[in-house]
């Protein structure tokens, strides 16, 4: 056990995103009376070769409003912080055939 996460590792907690929540979605967690904007995994690295780690990594932008996203087709477009949950989780699927427009 390592305790601890590396970027250059590729698992999606370090590297990438999922639709779980909405972008740039406030996510807190009170530590001590400070909140903070978190993620969530289901463990730490090294804890365990056979169980799956389940993340929800928040999409998050210095960008006021919006993440800028890249789609599967090469195309990048701006994503609203207030899309649809439901719309937002179809794009983060393959072959949902869910047409994309503007968001």
């Known amino acids: 056990m390592n305790g601890h996460t590396e970027w250059v590792e590729g698992d999606v907690r370090e590297t990438g995103v999922t639709t779980t929540f909405t972008p740039n979605a406030l996510v807190p967690f009170?530590?001590?009376?400070?909140?903070?904007?978190?993620?969530?995994?289901?463990?730490?690295?090294?804890?365990?070769?056979?169980?799956?780690?389940?993340?929800?990594?928040?999409?998050?932008?210095?960008?006021?409003?919006?993440?800028?996203?890249?789609?599967?087709?090469?195309?990048?477009?701006?994503v609203g912080s207030t899309i649809v949950l439901n719309v937002w989780r179809a794009l983060g699927t393959r072959d949902g055939g869910e047409p994309v427009g503007e968001y």
């Open 30 to 78: 009170n530590a001590g009376g400070t909140i903070h904007d978190v993620d969530f995994t289901s463990m730490r690295d090294g804890e365990s070769i056979t169980l799956p780690t389940y993340a929800a990594i928040t999409a998050r932008s210095y960008h006021p409003g919006v993440v800028n996203t890249l789609l599967m087709d090469g195309s990048v477009r701006n």
